[in-house]
């Protein structure tokens, strides 16, 4: 019987490295820690919801705690003089004294900007969203998104399924557009996977998004990666 595995997971330790980087000692810091990082992730992602963000790293020490947001629109995260970033520190930072933690850590905040957003399926599947959300017919979205993703030269292949009530239909189904090769089963190969759920009328859409960038050896000093 065949398996389902997510393509990140897949990969940890041969081609992708861990989101959340740190060593806590014992079982009630390790507990603390994930509930901290799942907190503080989902609160970025619902607070920069439209600011195209990839994904956020986590990384501590002993006394500090390291928050980057890899993002294609930094600007906006970071806002006029630094100020939305001053901001959303400081939320952040009141997020963790609300944890109830044992030491609350310094905190210090990185905004990275992602330098090919159209190789990014995090930042993909946002476009596709946001194509959705404005009411645009699905089809249209998904074939735009398609052909500005294959037009990047490190794309080989890329595939848009989305789920739900799609067209004002009556029952909910699914549509998928492939174009190039995904090859999910081979490990060297490099594969980014993000889903996320558009808010439509009659309920959430799905949207599924996979992008290969070609195969990584094991001689390619920068192989591993977020």
Do not use: C
């Amino acid at each position: 019987m065949t398996k389902i595995v997510h393509p990140y997971a897949h990969r940890i330790g041969i081609l992708r490295d861990w989101q959340s980087r740190w060593f806590a000692g014992n079982a009630k810091k390790n507990r603390e820690f994930i509930r901290t990082d799942a907190r503080v992730r989902e609160f970025l992602i619902k607070r920069l919801r439209g600011a195209y963000v990839s994904h956020v790293e986590i990384e501590r020490s002993q006394k500090d705690l390291r928050v980057q947001i890899h993002t294609a629109r930094p600007g906006m995260v970071i806002g006029r003089s630094g100020e939305g970033a001053t901001k959303l520190k400081k939320d952040i930072a009141s997020l963790l004294k609300k944890l109830g933690l044992v030491e609350v850590p310094a905190l210090h905040l990185d905004v990275i900007e992602v330098r090919s957003p159209e190789s990014n399926a995090a930042i993909v599947s946002a476009m596709v969203v946001e194509g959705l959300e404005k009411r645009l017919p699905f089809r249209r979205v998904m074939k735009q998104t398609i052909d500005k993703v294959m037009a990047n030269r490190d794309v080989q292949g890329v595939r848009i399924a989305i789920s739900g009530m799609l067209g004002s239909g009556s029952m909910s189904r699914v549509e998928e557009l492939k174009k190039g090769r995904i090859p999910l089963q081979t490990f060297r190969a490099d594969i980014d996977y993000a889903q996320i759920a558009a808010n439509m009328p009659l309920g959430k859409v799905g949207v599924k998004v996979w992008i290969y960038k070609g195969d990584v050896f094991a001689d390619d000093p920068t192989r591993l990666k977020v």
